[in-house]
């Protein structure tokens, strides 16, 4: 299959070749009056459009009309004849055409009504946007899926994440119940390029959970930054051409916001959103406005969503699950048989059984402008969008913390029962005189979004155009305070999974919300923030000189940086404490009763309020003075990556009516410099990558034939080109940078077929496989101490040291299967009596299989092959949703199979894996049209309360499940 996929990509080097050769055929198709052209314009007035048109199929043009200036075309996308190009055009203006040896000739209709209203309610609807999708995907050249902004309005979506989930092959990962990253065809987040107006960005936020990684660094855009009111257009494009950046190893998201000539004329929205969680007390809302005007050749837009958001995600979790002695701990009362196993460590203990809640009080924050020029041969936009995310997160725990983290506390606890299951796991446990313990954190957060770009397009002659895209872009995620405190008590406890597997049962003997059962543990205070920038100019040429064939080549520059700084400060006045040199006593003032958890109520703190108590600041930069801190337990990270690459790529097309062949190949350099803020060295990558690519269509009347290949890279992941050389004296191995690391490597290849019969429905079924090499891995080897790049000759007492770096070691087979369908019938073909009602049907489903072998990535030991992380085997989602004149009703439904989320080496003593559960997410809306300008809309989401499950280990034992409540919105929307 790698020996195919290669050849593919190969194949795509010859085609392009060979199309020199089918370029002398082209005259043939010239003096064809059913020749077709590729094209795009804009909504734009009908006086340019009908130019554009004349100037494109090289015909004179008459206007028999007095006047055509009110008119506006739609905008048109796609490959079309002559004929077919304008009856789009024309459509709905009242004004035909004929062709004729002289030009083409525009006049009006003997019956000059423009279509009766049920087509304007059409525009708005449900139906309508899937079908302004659905024309879309049709006419694309490469294999891509839409979502249209009427689309992405008729859900209850609350940000663009949770738009894409709709897509075949597309999951997101979730915070909250809320959408935050995306994952296409079941790769890692990194590998989906997104750009944002033709420009590729990045910004990241995080997770509140540990356990789902928080503070880490990646180059997945964070879609949970911006509300979905802010665009226009989502386009999902899964095989590459060589005009395209790349980066995007498993696909490119492409999102536009929207312009002035998107909808010609004044146009202003207004929406407004209140809503509940049953979790939370407080209102949420969401609030978002649009006004834009066009005259004559010139067009603004302003647009802005705010919304508020409280939220609550609770549960129960684990530290994972380990065979371990009972050291410490009184056990005599157990069988013989349970005690010889356990002191064997033979016995699976939970470890850090918690009950767990967090709070997030979160502000998005959304503003675009946008500057339109459209003219008769040239068309140029000015964007600036604004995003911000930002607010406060609480997070408390309450969970054993004694011994390895159990409730043992040595010498003091007796175990007076316990039970084990068929899989030797401790399923439950009977504690005396056992250690509990609280963890209270408060964490301000931001993620602050600010791009400039401008896209051009010139009309030099009718066979030569030229586009462009300038852009810049600055993103930055602050934690500027991040603060635990911790307590311990002691307690009887007893701790049992019997019941419910993955929702601990936990019952303590004391009230634990007395405040004189605590006693002061440990304070900690971190600080963290992760900026990125990015530079982009790209500018091509498009040569048409036969009407059949077309070459493009252009020009891409691309910068750049990102860079970290983070502190940590840890066990603040825990020795204090512990020598009794200072009370230990909880301020009063700073506790509070938590009784969120269904589970039990225990006292928490507010560690603001605790760290005012002793007097001490708050941030780390303060800290950095207090006589409290030891400069041992302080952790300091700062370090930069810049990228500079530019290609420049080739690209010829070729087409006739029903055969359109695309071929390409794009050549560009990359070099990466890292800098540390421990040393002076600046290591540094350096590549050049080729990239050829091949797409054939075959169109039908009513199907579509598809076949692409090609080569794309996805870059190394920024933690592992961020971590410097370093000795690590605990598990006595070197990391060394590697200077020779490649890329990510794909050979792809996609066969797909779509059907569109009649005018509203599809049918596509695609195969697609993706051949990874140079997977990114750790391996290990020796090298004598004499050779390394560090003093280590008084550290590592043997003559050689064990040294891991990052290589380009593994491959890997991805292949699945994608189906959807978009089915719709009138309603009164089943209940006559319905009238004008639609019911109808948008479903996909795919299949992936993909494996790898996996290394530990602090060892740099081989592990077993497992699946690829990420990859859910079984995606699916269905929407049902009834329409008229007035009312729509839309109910949907999202899967999601189990995958792996990592393969961690600092947890290997206790699970070879870490993943999530399957979820099944159902969200519902209703809409009322009041008027031609009002609506209002009901929206419910996560209306089974889904829980959340990450299981440790490939056993699947339970480490995090969790709940965040289900939704209920009520809006009103006014549009002019």
Partial sequence: MK???????????????????MSASDSAWASQPTVSHPLYLKAQPLKQALKSLAERYNKAYIINVKRIDKYQSAPLSGTFSLAEALT????????????????????????????????EVAVNGIRASLNRSRQQKRQSVSLSDFIAAQDMASYPDRNLAESLQRIAGMSITREAGEGRQIVLRGLNPDFTLVTLNGMPVLANND????????????????????????????????????????????????????????????QWTLTQQAGTNQYTEDMSHRLSTMVSSTRGNWGALFSASYGRRDSQEMGANTFRWRKISPDGADITGLSPALQADWQAEQIWVPRGNRYSIWRSDMERLGI?????????????????????????????????????????????????????????????????????????RYQEVATRYQQWVVNTEHQFSAALTGTGVFGVENARYDIPRSIKAYTLGTTDVSIDYRRDYHFVDMHYADSLLAADFWQMHELDSESYRSSTAFFNARYQL??????????????DITSFDNSLTYVDIQDILLTEWQQGTIPADIPRLAAFPLTAHPGVDWLALDPVSTFNAFNLPVTTAGLDYSQYVDPLNRTTEHNRVREQRVAGFLQYAWQSPAWQIVSGLRLETDQTTIRHHQTTAKPKLQQLNWLPALTINYRQEDTVYRFSASRNIGRPELEILATPTHYDAQHQLLWLFNPNLKPYSAYNLDVAVERYPGDTNRYALTLFGKWLDDYIVSTSHSMTVARAPLALADTVAAPTVQVVTPTNAESALLYGLEASLQFEVPLSHLVPAT????????????????????????TGEALSTKQLPYLSPWLANLTVYLEGYAVSLRFSATYRDSYIARVDGNTQQDEDETGFEQSLYLDAVLAYQISDHWETRLEATNLTNEQEMQYSDASRRPYNTTVSGRNYYLGLSYRF
């Fill in 835 to 858: 009238g004008a009602y639609h019911l109808g049907f948008a479903a996909n489903v795919s299949y992936s299989r993909g494996t790898l072998r996996y290394h530990n990535d602090i």
């Fill in 3 to 21: 020996t195919a996929l290669q050849a593919m990509s190969w194949l795509a080097c010859i085609a392009w070749s060979v199309a020199l050769l």
């Fill in 368 to 440: 675009g402008a946008s500057l339109e020029y459209l003219g008769n041969s040239s068309h140029i936009t000015l964007d600036w969008l604004y995003g911000s995310l930002s607010g406060e997160r609480r997070e408390n725990h309450l969970y054993p913390r004694g011994y390895h983290s159990t409730p043992v506390i040595e010498g003091e606890t007796r175990v007076t029962d316990a039970a084990i299951n068929q899989r030797n796991e401790l399923v439950f446990a009977r504690y005396e005189n056992a250690r509990v313990g609280t963890e209270s």
């Fill in 207 to 266: 997770s509140p959970m540990d356990s789902r990684l928080q503070k880490h660094r990646d180059r997945s855009f964070d879609l949970n930054l911006f509300a979905s009111d802010l665009f226009n257009e989502i386009q999902v494009i899964k095989s590459y051409s060589v005009d395209q950046p790349s980066g995007g190893l498993a696909g490119i998201a492409a999102l536009k916001t929207s312009h002035p000539f998107d909808t010609p004329g004044l």
């Fill in 542 to 555: 498009e040569y048409s000189g036969q009407p059949t064939s077309s070459w493009r080549w252009g020009l």
């Fill in 88 to 119: 789009a055009t024309l459509h709905n203006t009242g004004l035909t055409f004929q062709l004729t040896e002289q030009g083409i000739v525009i006049s009006a209709l003997a019956d000059d009504n423009v279509q009766p209203i049920i087509e």
